[in-house]
């Protein structure tokens, strides 16, 4: 979940060499950005896909990517990009998600109500709704725990009077009724990728934020810099730069 597309695009263009994660993604808010910031029509949008899929994918094809290319050039001025730059976390929401005493709940309780409030952000009549797929929200969550145990959570939440929901399908529509915008304001959150982890360094536990991509990972042995990601990527660069001292050698 992307807070601030704008940044998102800006950074993407500037750090040519970083490679994309969602080459859709991308391309997409790359096409908004295009409408809306350079003020583009659909035509030079389709051009400047192209130039930049031509740059920044390797396995790119442009007859196998055109129509989507086309696609995302004329759906570019549906929504503009969301600027958010964090949600804040009241005192009053902080303290009814400590009352749970169950530290996967509140991590659950926690995450919901920042997808309610980032919701409630891009759309001022959301009024608390969450509308992501389950899978997603747990991943964010951070909590492994078969199905039946999943179901069990909001089942607990919506007993507690915390949430009530519409069931679909796969797609849990939950509606967090604990946000008190009137209470101060204690926490930030800006970044969306990990926050079970967030309230666990919240918390008091041992996290850090990887000195690379800035996401919260778990300090194991009391000196970690970075993610598990990011340690791989140094450790490989280290071993590039040592090959090549030994060449040159
Ligand atoms: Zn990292």
Same mark, same amino acid.
């Given at each position: 979940?992307?807070? &601030?597309?704008? =940044?998102?695009?800006?950074?993407?263009?500037?750090?040519?060499?970083?490679?994309?994660?969602?080459?859709?993604?991308?391309?997409?808010?790359? +096409? @908004?950005?295009?409408?809306?910031?350079?003020?583009?029509?659909?035509? +030079?949008?389709?051009? *400047?896909?192209?130039?930049?899929?031509? #740059?920044?994918?390797?396995?790119?094809?442009?007859?196998?990517?055109?129509?989507?290319?086309? $696609?995302?050039?004329?759906?570019?001025?549906?929504?503009?990009?969301?600027?958010?730059?964090?949600?804040?976390?009241?005192?009053?929401?902080?303290?009814?998600?400590?009352?749970?005493?169950? $530290?996967?709940?509140?991590?659950?309780?926690?995450?919901?109500? /920042?997808?309610? $409030?980032?919701? &409630?952000? @891009?759309?001022? #009549? &959301?009024?608390?709704?969450?509308?992501?797929?389950?899978?997603?929200?747990?991943?964010?969550?951070?909590?492994? +725990?078969?199905?039946? !145990? =999943?179901?069990?959570?909001?089942? @607990?939440?919506?007993?507690?009077?915390?949430?009530?929901?519409? =069931? $679909?399908? #796969?797609?849990?529509?939950?509606?967090?009724?604990?946000? #008190?915008?009137?209470?101060? @304001?204690?926490?930030?959150?800006?970044?969306?990728?990990?926050?079970?982890?967030?309230?666990?360094?919240?918390?008091? !536990?041992?996290?850090?934020? /990887?000195?690379?991509?800035?996401?919260?990972? =778990?300090?194991?042995?009391?000196?970690?810099?970075?993610?598990?990601?990011? +340690?791989? !990527?140094?450790?490989?660069?280290?071993?590039?730069?040592?090959? *090549?001292?030994?060449?040159?050698?």
């Amino acid at each position: 979940m992307i807070l &601030n597309e704008k =940044k998102f695009v800006t950074d993407m263009l500037q750090n040519t060499t970083t490679e994309l994660s969602n080459i859709h993604t991308c391309l997409g808010l790359y +096409a @908004r950005y295009l409408y809306y910031e350079e003020g583009l029509n659909t035509e +030079a949008i389709t051009k *400047k896909l192209d130039e930049f899929m031509r #740059d920044r994918y390797p396995m790119y094809n442009p007859v196998d990517w055109s129509s989507r290319i086309e $696609k995302y050039a004329a759906g570019a001025e549906k929504y503009p990009l969301c600027q958010c730059t964090g949600v804040w976390i009241t005192q009053k929401e902080l303290k009814t998600i400590e009352n749970l005493q169950d $530290k996967v709940l509140e991590r659950l309780a926690f995450t919901l109500l /920042c997808l309610a $409030k980032f919701s &409630n952000f @891009r759309n001022p #009549d &959301n009024h608390g709704w969450v509308n992501c797929k389950n899978g997603e929200i747990y991943r964010m969550a951070c909590i492994n +725990a078969p199905a039946f !145990e =999943k179901d069990m959570k909001y089942y @607990r939440l919506r007993e507690l009077g915390l949430i009530e929901y519409a =069931k $679909k399908v #796969d797609n849990l529509n939950v509606r967090v009724l604990y946000i #008190d915008e009137e209470s101060p @304001r204690k926490l930030l959150i800006t970044d969306f990728r990990r926050l079970g982890y967030e309230w666990r360094f919240y918390k008091g !536990e041992n996290y850090i934020r /990887c000195a690379c991509c800035q996401e919260l990972t =778990k300090n194991t042995n009391g000196r970690r810099k970075y993610c598990a990601v990011c +340690a791989g !990527e140094q450790n490989r660069a280290k071993t590039r730069f040592r090959m *090549k001292i030994k060449r040159s050698a």
